[in-house]
């Protein structure tokens, strides 16, 4: 079994921008800059086999390059079970696009449909019992970010191994976009 997702890597100079602003929660795991994505599709634990089936399917698609803005900021959860905080992505047919090939490549290498309403961006941290007052806080203080576009040339298939320490990522297959 391997755990995979498809995902979306962000310029050292984008990264390097949100690494400064990962600060004024207490108990964050804040992301290192080389966990920075913005995921397409999350695939899962799935078998060896259904992963080749996945990386057949994710060579045939054909989209075309573009660009991606990350703005605002937010969290996941309310009240104490807030869970992670993000930097938002602006609107983008192109990448709404995109995320729903992965899903039909997903769909046509026999995994099962993902539920759950696409929605990008960026996680910058994963909280447990934080202060909401203090997440309000860092969300209020970020909520203006806004990145020069980001070009966008390829995503790719990522592995994902939990630790300790949170996930540790993998590029697993790069995918041109033409």
């Not at 390097?16 to 800059?33: K, S, T």
């Not at 089936?53 to 660009?67: K, S, V």
């Not at 905080?85 to 449909?113: D, I, N, Q, T, Y």
Request: proline letters at 7%.
């Amino acid at each position: 079994m391997i755990r995979l997702f498809a995902a979306l890597a962000v310029p050292d100079e984008t990264a390097e921008e949100l690494a400064r602003r990962q600060f004024g929660i207490d108990g964050a795991r804040w992301r290192p800059r080389q966990a920075l994505h913005v995921t397409l599709r999350f695939f899962g634990e799935i078998p060896e086999d259904a992963a080749r089936d996945l990386d057949a399917e994710l060579l045939t698609l054909r989209a075309g390059a573009f660009e991606i803005t990350l703005e605002g900021a937010g969290a996941f959860g309310e009240g104490s079970e807030i869970h992670a905080v993000w930097a938002g992505v602006a609107e983008s047919p192109e990448l709404r696009r995109l995320a729903k090939a992965c899903e039909a490549a997903a769909r046509r290498a026999g995994l099962p449909p993902d539920r759950r309403h696409y929605r990008p961006h960026l996680t910058l941290a994963y909280l447990r019992r934080p202060d909401p007052v203090d997440v309000a806080a860092w969300v209020q203080a970020n909520n203006l970010f806004r990145s020069p576009p980001i070009r966008i040339e390829s995503f790719g298939l990522y592995s994902s191994v939990l630790g300790h320490g949170g996930s540790t990522y993998r590029l697993e297959a790069e995918y041109p976009l033409a």
